[in-house]
């Protein structure tokens, strides 16, 4: 079966942690995305790698870091300087830098990440 | 800063009737997209209308895009409780590096049986 995978499903980081989440895709696809949800709320783009070896900042990339070393994977990195990083954390992935075709992204089923 | 408003935030209806909810965004685009959360769960893509569309059907959904007003509607005809979920609006807008999806806050759909 082809799609996205995010892991883990659950995470929970003490205060001053570092933590990675692991997202991995295997539709070929070019672009791949990081967005961020809070409770009630809209996505908020983190980064964005349209290829292997680049990726753009989003709205949201203080405190956060990624690698695009593999077109298959694209993890995310919370450091301690992201001061408020409880939420719902969602991985996607598109042909190319955008929706060629009838296509749209393609979404992992998220990561929850609490501060404990 | 969050490029597509959806209204109402909030719409609750029985089954059988029709759902409609629509979209504002504020710069030019190349296409809109609407995607669907169901509770704790990742976005599912139901539909994309290129900025040269007009109107669009995919099963029980029909999208229209008016980009004079900067809108688009999503009707979900003949409801079924199946449907309760999150929808989202989502612009993809041309960036020099490469284009992006830009979201809107949702309208949670409760479909009552």
């Known amino acids: 079966d082809g799609g996205i995978t995010q892991s883990p499903k659950y995470l929970f980081r003490k205060e001053g942690q570092n933590v990675t989440l692991s997202c991995e895709q295997n539709?070929?696809?070019?672009?791949m995305y990081w967005y961020r949800q809070d409770p009630g709320q809209g996505l908020r783009l983190i980064y964005y790698?349209?290829?292997?070896?680049?990726?753009q900042k989003g709205d949201i990339a203080e405190g956060y870091s990624v690698s695009r070393e593999k077109k298959e994977s694209f993890p995310l990195t919370v450091t301690s300087a992201q001061k408020n990083p409880t939420a719902f954390y969602l991985c996607?992935?598109?042909?190319?830098?955008?929706?060629?075709?009838?296509?749209?992204?393609?979404f992992g089923s998220g990561t929850r990440l609490t501060v404990v | 800063s969050q490029q597509g408003e959806e209204d109402p935030q909030a719409l609750s209806i029985q089954e059988g009737e029709n759902a409609t909810m629509n979209c504002s965004y504020k710069t030019s685009i190349n296409n809109l997209q609407w995607y669907r959360q169901n509770s704790g769960r990742g976005l599912v893509h139901l539909i994309l209308i290129r900025s040269n569309e007009r109107e669009k059907h995919s099963g029980r959904l029909r999208v229209t895009l008016d980009t004079s007003k900067k809108s688009s509607s999503l009707l979900i005809t003949a409801s079924r409780a199946a449907d309760t979920a999150s929808y989202f609006c989502a612009t993809e807008t041309p960036e020099t590096s490469g284009s992006r999806l830009t979201f809107g806050e949702g309208t949670q759909l409760t479909v009552n049986p």
């Open positions: 790698s349209q290829i292997v070896n680049d990726f």
């Open positions: 539709l070929n696809h070019d672009a």
């Open positions: 996607a992935s598109s042909i190319k830098g955008g929706s060629l075709g009838n296509y749209g992204y393609t």
